[in-house]
């Protein structure tokens, strides 16, 4: 991949008041789309809600982009990075899965935002974006609250778990390279319409594999509720936040943007709380304030080192 122009300079450059508030809408549904998958399950096995989940968001996209007068099939240099991309984003959510038939919820939570540790470590080799000491320790201060929202390290592992817990971390990372893909080719400048487009039409191939292999079957006709949180996973998820993820993406830096989804887990654990009534303990509020501080530090803007003038180089003018 090769670095663009456009990365250096977003890398630069502040989340602004609006795109703070996006992300904080996009973490929230986020949280809320893991006990959306969960109450599903009784009706649709997971590969099949990944794969239903595509087919449903593509035609809003479709309509999205024909309202904004995008052209999906012009000819932008787009093709082969977009189709790299689809491929990384399906595998993204095989992964996921798959890991989560293995490990606990909580673990997989934990593991899967290991993805903004891939994004600064590939924005740093491929978008030439810097992270500052104190931005670093903000990423492993938000790391370590997630870690103590949800409760690990677990004792009593065995095998499997450890080798779901390592498809999460696939998962995490193969959630980093679609973005660093994103930034770092000819996608940066296409719609941000057209770079999801791309990674939800390969996904359905790709999920409907998975869900053949693994032998995934609707034993029943879905319920309302398992038909009413599958829309909201791919009208809203997919269609909308997914959309607006990408377009973000592509004017902000990708460290600073994937840092924040460390909020996703907390929003989760709140809404099962709500929803599913778990318990909800002081450790949270902990957990919660380690997160809060690490955003800051990552989001912190770089401090401004003044130049001496030099007293001999002034021009005075008589």
Same mark, same amino acid.
């Given at each position: ?34 006990? !959306?998958?969960?109450? !599903? ?105 997630? !870690? ?30 679609? @973005? ?8 940066? %400048?296409? +719609?941000?319409? /057209? ?9 359905? *191939? ?15 006709? *879905? ?32 460290? /600073? ?24 303990? *002081? ?17 912190? *803007?770089?401090?401004?080192? %003044?130049? +001496? ?6 021009? @005075?003018?008589?």
């Amino acid at each position: 991949m090769t670095p663009e122009k456009l990365p250096r300079q977003s890398a630069e450059r502040s989340l602004s008041p609006l795109a703070i508030a996006l992300m904080l809408m996009l973490c929230l549904s986020w949280g809320f789309n893991q006990i !959306a998958v969960k109450l !599903a399950l009784p009706d649709i096995p997971p590969f099949l809600q990944g794969t239903i989940r595509s087919i449903g968001a593509l035609p809003v996209l479709l309509l999205i982009a024909r309202f904004r007068g995008v052209n999906i099939f012009a000819r932008d240099g787009t093709l082969y990075a977009g189709l790299f991309a689809g491929v990384l984003f399906g595998l993204e959510f095989v992964l996921i899965y798959r890991g989560l038939l293995l490990t606990s919820a909580s673990r997989a939570v934990v593991f899967l935002y290991t993805a903004p540790f891939f994004v600064a470590l590939g924005s740093y080799r491929w978008l030439g974006e810097r992270l500052r000491a104190s931005q670093w320790a903000g990423l492993a201060l938000s790391f370590a609250g997630v !870690a103590l929202a949800i409760g690990v390290p677990q004792a009593n592992v065995d095998a499997d778990v450890l080798l779901g817990d390592l498809l999460i971390v696939g998962g995490g990372a193969l959630w980093a390279a679609t @973005t660093l893909v994103v930034k770092a080719t000819a996608l940066l %400048r296409a +719609p941000p319409e /057209k770079a999801l487009i791309y990674q939800v039409s390969l996904s359905i *191939p790709i999920l409907g594999m998975a869900a053949f292999l693994s032998g995934e079957t609707l034993t029943r006709f *879905p319920g309302p509720l398992a038909l009413s949180l599958m829309a909201y996973q791919a009208f809203w998820v997919v269609g909308l936040t997914f959309l607006l993820w990408f377009g973000l993406v592509k004017t902000y830096s990708a460290s /600073k943007l994937s840092a924040f989804t460390f909020i996703t887990p907390l929003f989760g654990v709140v809404a099962s709380y709500f929803i599913l009534h778990d318990t909800l303990t *002081p450790v949270f509020g902990a957990a919660a304030v380690l997160v809060i501080a690490g955003l800051f530090l990552v989001n912190r *803007p770089s401090p401004v080192v %003044r130049v +001496p003038t030099d007293p001999l180089l002034t021009v @005075t003018e008589t």
